[in-house]
Nanobody, 114 residues
Framework: QVQLVESGGGLVQPGGSLRLSCAHS????????MAWYRQTPGKQRELVAT???????TYGDSVKGRFTISRDNAKNTVYLQMNSLKPEDTAVYYC????????WGQGTQVTVSS
């Protein structure tokens, strides 16, 4: 059983930055593609970014050029650096393992507001 624990959410003003972290409990992290999703009330979860085991990244159109996903395999952790934040980035952010069997973290709230 894999456990994912997100941290780093909070309240930030428009134009500000936050860095989210997701700690993975298992030794298979190094071979696992990881992803960040986000969800706002009444909407489906939206894929924000992915990163493969060897560092290849993809981004949703709404965050390209502003968000950066990265990973530290020595720490079993994936990060999401969020810059130039907008009010529409407000959501609960979740990390997830990718693959036929996947696991979700508990989520962390990000609120962008003045």
């Amino acid at each position: 059983q894999v456990q994912l624990v997100e941290s780093g959410g909070g309240l930030v003003q428009p134009g500000g930055s936050l860095r989210l972290s997701c700690a993975h409990s298992g030794s298979i992290f190094v071979i696992t593609t990881m992803a960040w999703y986000r969800q706002t009330p009444g909407k489906q979860r939206e894929l924000v970014a992915t990163i493969t085991s060897n560092g290849i990244t993809t981004y949703g159109d709404s965050v390209k050029g502003r968000f950066t996903i990265s990973r530290d395999n020595a720490k079993n952790t994936v990060y999401l650096q969020m810059n130039s934040l907008k009010p529409e980035d407000t959501a609960v952010y979740y990390c997830r393992t990718q693959g036929p069997t996947y696991y979700w973290g508990q989520g962390t709230q990000v609120t962008v507001s003045s």
